[in-house]
């Protein structure tokens, strides 16, 4: 435990950024899940509205640092390879 206020007081931050980020992260995998799930449904141009709505979501939480900017890039490039290549 934290002997010094310094401590206890970066300890509450930490832990307040925490719950912040871990509430981020929950929003981008949701924002992926609603794409995935339009992709499932075999219908292109929802899952291209899906795409395009939660293309935002993901680009500001990689400029937020919470992922990687490369890993958001990845996300991106594979939901619309899924989309472009549906029938």
Known sequence: ???SAQAR????QAD?????NVSLR???RTAIKFVRKAIGSG????????????VGTVDSIADKG???KNKAARYKSRLFAAIKIMS
Not at 16 to 20: F, L, N
Not at 43 to 54: G, I, W, Y
């Open 43 to 54: 219908d292109k141009e929802v899952a291209r509205n899906a795409f395009n709505s939660s």
């Open 16 to 20: 307040k950024r925490r719950e912040y």
């Open 9 to 12: 007081k970066r300890a509450r």
């Open 66 to 68: 919470i992922i990687h």
């Open 26 to 28: 929950s929003k981008l």
């Open 1 to 3: 435990m934290a002997n």
